[in-house]
Nanobody, 121 residues
């Protein structure tokens, strides 16, 4: 069992930055691929970024490539999402997820409760 708790969301002006954190409980964190998703009001949840268990592979949605960076610290059981050059369209609730592999991230085993990110114009 893995429990995920996101933090770091908030209100920021366009062009600003935020860093989201996702703290995981359980001793098996390092065996999971981790991902970030987001859901804006009235829209479906969408993939943002994912990272392999070792941190050696990362993947990004085209909409955030070059602006967002996913990373992880297995010693701290934490995955991060550094978000730069934020745009109003990035406004959403951001969720972290844990899956057995990046390929199965959309059917992740575990999900956090989400953290709100609001980007003002």
């Amino acid at each position: 069992q893995v429990q995920l708790v996101e933090s770091g969301g908030g209100l920021v002006q366009a062009g600003g930055s935020l860093r989201l954190s996702c703290a995981a409980s359980g001793r098996t964190f390092s065996s999971y691929a981790m991902g970030w998703f987001r859901q804006a009001p009235g829209k479906e949840r969408e993939f943002v970024a994912a990272i392999s268990w070792s941190g050696g592979s990362t993947y990004y949605a085209d909409s955030v490539k070059g602006r967002f960076t996913i990373s992880r610290d297995n010693a701290k059981n934490t995955v991060y999402l550094q978000m730069n050059s934020l745009k109003p369209v990035d406004t959403a609730v951001y969720y972290c997820a844990a899956a057995s592999s990046i390929a199965t991230m959309s059917e992740a085993n575990y999900w956090g409760q989400g953290t709100q990110v609001t980007v003002s114009s």
